[in-house]
């Protein structure tokens, strides 16, 4: 019920193309999904976050897709950039206090100029 | 401010030795994390703390134990380490567990 299982594992975008990440959830109680970023030698950082009272959020060329039907959200990104070249983990949690995040195992991006 | 500092950054342990991963926060969060990540796996969280004196175990406790004596401070310690243990380990804090500040990580190899 707590898990996150994040596709692909690894993906190779050209500089200029669309990368797109995506995870599914099985605990309908979930009601808020950030994306981390994390840097070689270096800790995850928060990107975007959602919660599910919206199908999209935008932050610049990062933008997240949701679907709470199917149970789904997804990372993209516009207009790859070599500096996006990084893991980046989605993760999910409730609005229950001591409920801590579950993270997906991770998508290692690399763009290729 | 100095955000979520972890010491050391590496660190290489014979199998049976002891060792303490040091954490602090300058940011007066409550809310504090010890993570492990494997390579091609996510971040499994190991303990947690929601303030000074209280702690709870996480997904992968077994072989660690933690201490919150202070706002600040929150140690990872290792008894008996053993090659399963090898990993890089996180520290993170918050004001609610919805969005983490992580520290910059402590790669431990077990042999």
């Known amino acids: 019920q707590q898990q996150v299982k994040q596709s692909p594992q690894s993906l190779i975008v050209q500089k200029g193309g669309i990368s797109i990440i995506n995870c599914a959830y099985e605990n309908t109680a979930f009601d808020y999904f950030p994306w981390y970023q994390q840097f070689p030698g270096k800790g995850p950082a928060l990107l975007i976050a959602?919660?599910?009272?919206?199908s999209e959020k935008k932050e610049g060329r990062f933008t997240i897709s949701f679907n709470k039907s199917a149970k789904q959200f997804s990372l993209h990104i516009m207009d790859s950039q070599p500096g996006d070249s990084a893991t980046y983990f989605c993760a999910a949690t409730t609005n229950n206090a001591g409920n801590m995040l579950t993270f997906g195992g991770g998508t290692r991006l690399m763009v290729k100029p | 401010n100095a955000g979520v500092t972890q010491t050391p950054k590496f660190r290489i342990l014979k199998i049976g030795q002891s060792m303490t991963l040091q954490c602090a926060q300058d940011m007066n969060h409550n809310y504090m994390y010890w993570y492990r990540q494997d390579p091609g796996m996510g971040l499994k969280l190991i303990y947690y703390s929601v303030g000074a004196g209280i702690t709870d175990k996480g997904e992968v406790p077994n072989g660690y134990n933690v201490s919150r004596s202070t706002t600040e401070d929150f140690p990872l310690r290792l008894e008996l380490a053993a090659p399963s243990q090898t990993s890089v380990y996180f520290c993170?804090?918050?004001?609610?567990?919805?969005?983490?500040?992580f520290g910059p990580g402590t790669r431990l190899t077990v042999t």
């Open positions: 993170a804090s918050s004001y609610s567990p919805r969005e983490q500040y």
């Open positions: 959602i919660r599910p009272d919206v």
